[in-house]
């Protein structure tokens, strides 16, 4: 093994190297936005490099792990490594923070600020799926807000400073929950606190206790997955927010509470999760019809995607709870498969407002004559997100079905009534998608203002979505390129809850 | 020629390179790719010619030796579960992949031609090749997954094709709706694979049929269970096939171009619903409930859509509901048990409609140029009338189509109708009756098409006759907007065909159309006369034209060394043994020829009756006005006016499923959508914003009491020990 500190190089390279971008020379936007995505495809080059090179895939063990005691009388560690099921939110998020980045290059107000913002939630999302201690999880998770709140209330339509503060303050309320838990989880039992992720996996708690623990981190990721009734920051901050944050918040944010999900609330509190997981799929099934239903009722384009995005979010919560190796594949396929789709979705949704000014879907229409490339990828990805066979959402969708049908613990009935329900989702999926694709770019449209010659996209533009669709339909395809990342891990966790 | 079926698994893929070119061609040289245009269409061509190559030789094959090719590959292993990959070789394959290729091949020369002023060509020619790509993919696959990966993937195919002309709203209301009600179907068959993955751990054909007859046998499962799945499953094919719940979705399809009405809505996706049903044939045999529920279905769907096609003026639209008839006669086929008589009239089916549709097709194309793009014109029957002159060929390829649809003699379709026909006997009197009724109307409705778009004059200019100078309509609109035209209503009969049509406002037709408009309006005179269509227009539909003439003949016995062989039975021999019944009907040849007979006169009734009511009217004047006064005598007579109108009104509407429909459904989606936004926006929105205000409020009272007055401070601090006093006051005394 070689003790080169790749992650910590991997974690800090954005951060220092964006805060050098307030040095740079006051040359006009170019260079700043050059630079940024330079420093994110380096970064993401530079990921795909140690993880391609020191990154063996068939060890469920932590790997590339690092370990340097940082406060010393609190037994702190600033202790990095990634597993099966980090690698690929990792790789997400290199993936998609590049291509935001340059989604973004339109923002020209303050863009240094804003790009430097973008490269800070970079090192914050990449820290928070590496840590392996528990306090600098919560670091990582709160020090990713900060960016996130700025980039929300300073960038985007009209009303954002209302829903960034709703972000913030749903977020921060989570966090107090995630910070008792946390403390709670480090300070049990022993007389020295005890942070380490290996050694709190193998700790055992009371019942009760356990439950309390278990209830104090669900709350704190079900803000941030969404889980219902937590969710309606997500829809009003998609609605306002500039559509590069947006691709951010759908692609990568979102995936954090599903992370976490699965990292503390499944591999530390077995017992607890157990006696959960019913409650889980039952609230799964219902977000998965309550908010497809809900997206219908909406007419802003950017919530729809937003309220779809909290659907699919479902489909993870039921893999999650379905306690088997099927189904939480299934849901880690969904979290990478959703990543990408919710933020082409988010990408496209914005550069079509760009073109077309108008928020609300009735006043769209016949879009498709003056924009077919959009109008083209625009399809491909609701197709996408309906779950189409051949693109990686049927494939997650799939296998968390199979998750719900070989789940041992269930009767049948339940079984039956779960997947019945699961299944209504996907008829009500295409009518919301393509209605929505229907209403902007179906139609005709009589060409009155004269000023109504839209371009289409451009290369740039073209070149993100194309780059986005291709893993879309890479995983849908041939889905053990996700799964074999995976694969192992799971088994590991799955491991506890049988054999302990 | 061993090695061909190792290779087949290449089958779906050959056309598949064309999409991916053509799609990639228009997002990045969008200007180049243009330009080569019909450059385009040829290995288009060529390659499905190919895949047709390959699937004769497998099917010669299978005649030869049936026997059944499997060969799968993993797709995704993981440690609890695998999916698997591979093709499936069989004569039900090979049957399907020969129509496959065959239409598509015909269809996509005719669309060439039909499609070549169409901006979306290139689009057109990508979409065809997925279409057929998935199809093929369709038919080859070996494991249930396969089928509903490919199964939604005809359907995406669909909806694109269905939305071809994106800037129609009916087409975009249409492809959406065909999506979506397709999606219902595929709800079901996702639920039956699981639901039959729970109970026998298998996806693949041979293992489940296995696995599924051993837990029958021993009783080991639960038969409500297996009810359940099995219609869940067959609710798929009901929506792929337009059966009768989920039926509403054909008639609006046919908002896309014709040669998709041809090859996509008539001859092959339909015919996946049966594809399926007769490849889960094994497995429904064996459950009894659902063999009943199928043959129910099947004669609903063949009652209701020939009812349905008698009143409609749009041709396709009457040809589809005419195809939902066909698809119920396969339907009722398969839930007797007999495989044989459903499959051949699969097959003849496919090129009879293939043909109409192309033929119709022609047609409209011909007419576009006197009455307008928009399709309320262009497919509208009123308007048609006395086309036998201006466009013979076609004349005769939709003669062929009609009458072979009809059940006359030497044409395809008598042999498979008749077969099932003289099932249905076997099986039930009563679905026996409806059948045979159905025979008729068949007859009527096909012969009033024929009818009503190539007898008498063209009722274009007929207009001008009829005293109403309708002049406006020389001059129609680029947009294909018009002020309404109300037909002359002079005749008694024609206001059965006209009926309250023209109530609604013409839709605006495609910006596209309006653009080609522009380019043929050079030769529009006052008086223009429909043309024929271009040779390669009417190529396809000759050749189609042939095998509408002959593909009776693979199912004719000839009889060879003392057994009677014919090709469809050497071809389904190992399936034959799956009937219930015995398919010895033609060894009896006194019982086919009294069959025939009947259904042949059932058939000739029909097409009597349709003379006697769409009779070119005008060309005999004289006997009109006999007519009209043999028809107002009596109350019977109006009595029977009033069944009549009774009769058209149910089918102008639509049997007011449609109607019911998007009363119940869309209405009830839309009102779930209203609530659950409100309550999504007023009470867990509101919670939030409510904790929000409140604490607003809060801090606002709390900087309000603690706002540094001494004087305050000092009245709190007094009330407080006042308050003390009391309590302790209370206490101790």
Redesign the interface.
Known sequence: MNYFPWLTIIVFLPISAGSLLFFLPHKGNKLIKWYTICICILELLLTTYAFCYHFRLDDPLIQLAEDYKWINFFDFYWRLGIDGLSIGPILLTGFITTLATLAAWPVTRDSRLFHFLMLAMYSGQIGSFSSRDLLLFFIMWEFELIPVYLLLSMWGGKKRLYSAT?FI??TAGGSVFLLIGVLGLGLYGSNEPTLNFETLANQSYPVALEIIFYIGFLIAFAVKSPI??L???LPDTHGEAHYSTCMLLAGILLKMGAYGLVRINMELLPHAHSIFSPWLIIVGTMQII?AA??????RNLKKRIAYSSVSHMGFIIIGIGSI???GL?GAILQIISHGFIGAALFFLAGTSYDRMRLVYLDEMG?M??SIP?IF?MF?ILS?ASLA???MSG??AE??V??GI??SQKYF?MPK?LI??VM??G???T??YS??MS?QM????KLFNAPSSYFFDSGPRE?FVS?SIFLPVIGIGI???FV?SLS?EKV?TILYNYFYR | MEHADQYSWIIPFVPLPIPILIGMGLLLFPTATKNLRRMWAFPNILLLSIVMIFSLDLSIQQINGSSIYQYVWSWTINNDFSFEFGYFIDSLTSIMSILITTVGIFVLIYSDNYMSHDEGYLRFFAYMSLFNTSMLGLVTSCNLIQIYIFWELVGMCSYLLIGFWFTRPAAANACQKAFVTNRIGDFGLLLGILGFYWITGSFEFQDLFEIFNNLIYNNEVHFLFVTLCASLLFAGAVAKSAQFPLHVWLPDAMEGPTPISALIHAATMVAAGIFLVARLLPLFIVIPYIMNLISLIGIITVLLGATLALAQNDIKRGLAYSTMSQLGYMMLALGMGSYRAALFHLITHAYSKALLFLASGSIIHSMEAIVGYSPEKSQNMVFMGGLRKHVPVTQIAFLVGTLSLCGIPPLACFWSKDEILSDSWLYSPIFAIIAWSTAGLTAFYMFRIYLLTFEGHLNVHFQKYSGKKSSSFYSIKLWGKEEQKIINRNFRLFPLLTMNNNEQPYTIGGKKEARITITNFGYKKAFSYPHESDNTMLFPMLILLLFTLFVGAIAIPFNQEGMHLDILSKLLTPSINLLHQNSNDFEDSYQFFKNATFSVSIACFGIFTAFLLYKPFYSSVQNLNLLNSFVKRGPKRILLDKMIYLIYDWSYNRGYIDMFYSISLTKGIRGLAELTHFFDRRVIDGITNGVGITSFFVGESVKYLGGSRISFYLLLYLVYVFIFLVISYFILF
Do not use: C
């Open positions: 709703k303050l749903y219902i009734p969710h309606t920051w309550y239903s809900t997206s219908l009722g909406q088997t190796d099927t594949n016949g498709a004559v490339k083209t399809s197709m189409l066979p051949g049927f494939v799939l296998i079905f199979f049908i070989t049948l039956i997947t019945f299944a209504i996907m008829i009500l295409p009518i393509l209605s229907r770019f179906y139609g005709y073209l194309i041939y889905p053990d799964l694969g088994e």
